[in-house]
Antibody, heavy 121, light 116 residues
Framework: QVQLVQSGAEVKKPGSSVKVSCKAS????????ITWVRQAPGQGLEWMGG????????NYAQKFQGRVTITTDESTSTAYMELSSLRSEDTAVYYC??????????????WGQGTLVTVSS | QPVLTQPPSASASLGASVTLTCTLR???????VDWYQQRPGKGPRFVMR????????SKGDGIPDRFSVLGSGLNRYLTIKNIQEEDESDYYC?????????????FGGGTKLTVL
């Protein structure tokens, strides 16, 4: 049974950075994609970027290029999403999700519980 | 024009049927689309993937037989029969615009389904 457990809620100042973790259990960590999706209050889902750990190259949505970094630590089966230069519009719940296809993405079949990041002065 | 377009709202009576639509942008008629359900206050949940030939692969865990999909042209449909109260949710379609390890995703704006 695949489970994704994310780190706890964060409150950050504008201009700072946040790093959210996503620890996977069950299944093979390295061969499946981890994608990060965010949802601002009352808004829809927004795809941020993703990575397949064994290939170690992340893909990012154009909107977040230069501001987001997605990494993995295969030794602990943990993925990380770091977002810099935070502004109030980055206040959102951040989800990690695992793809269902081996060595590819595919549907996001497993989701973490979400991490609320609040950006406020 | 967004890659995926969804009407913002839909409604149906208890026990009735409803079809939700996700429309791909012109030039993307070959793309498969994933449907996700998000109940109030909860995280998203994978429902199933649909292409022009219908369902691709298996439904998500615990998705009842009342849920089905169809694909035609630029449209990808999610039909829910015998609607129950627990079906009241936001439904999002998503697509992978890349291939293999070079994947890039996108979501539609979501449809809020109200059960009357």
């Amino acid at each position: 049974q695949v489970q994704l457990v994310q780190s706890g809620a964060e409150v950050k100042k504008p201009g700072s950075s946040v790093k959210v973790s996503c620890k996977a259990s069950g299944g093979t960590f390295s061969s499946y994609s981890i994608t990060w999706v965010r949802q601002a209050p009352g808004q829809g889902l927004e795809w941020m970027g993703g990575i397949i750990p064994i290939f170690d190259t992340a893909n990012y949505a154009q909107k977040f290029q230069g501001r987001v970094t997605i990494t993995t630590d295969e030794s602990t089966s943990t993925a990380y999403m770091e977002l810099s230069s935070l502004r109030s519009e980055d206040t959102a719940v951040y989800y990690c999700a695992r793809g269902m296809y081996y060595y590819g993405s595919g549907p996001l079949g497993y989701w973490g519980q979400g991490t609320l990041v609040t950006v406020s002065s | 024009q967004p890659v995926l377009t969804q009407p913002p709202s839909a409604s149906a009576s208890l026990g009735a049927s409803v079809t939700l639509t996700c429309t791909l942008r012109s030039g993307h008629s070959n793309y498969k689309v994933d449907w996700y359900q998000q109940r109030p206050g909860k995280g998203p949940r994978f429902v199933m993937r649909v292409g022009t030939g219908g369902i691709v692969g298996s439904k998500g865990d615990g998705i009842p037989d009342r849920f089905s999909v169809l694909g035609s042209g630029l449209n990808r449909y999610l039909t829910i029969k015998n609607i129950q109260e627990e079906d009241e949710s936001d439904y999002y379609c998503g697509a992978d615009l890349g291939s293999g390890s070079d994947f890039v995703g996108v979501f539609g704006g979501g449809t809020k389904l109200t059960v009357l």
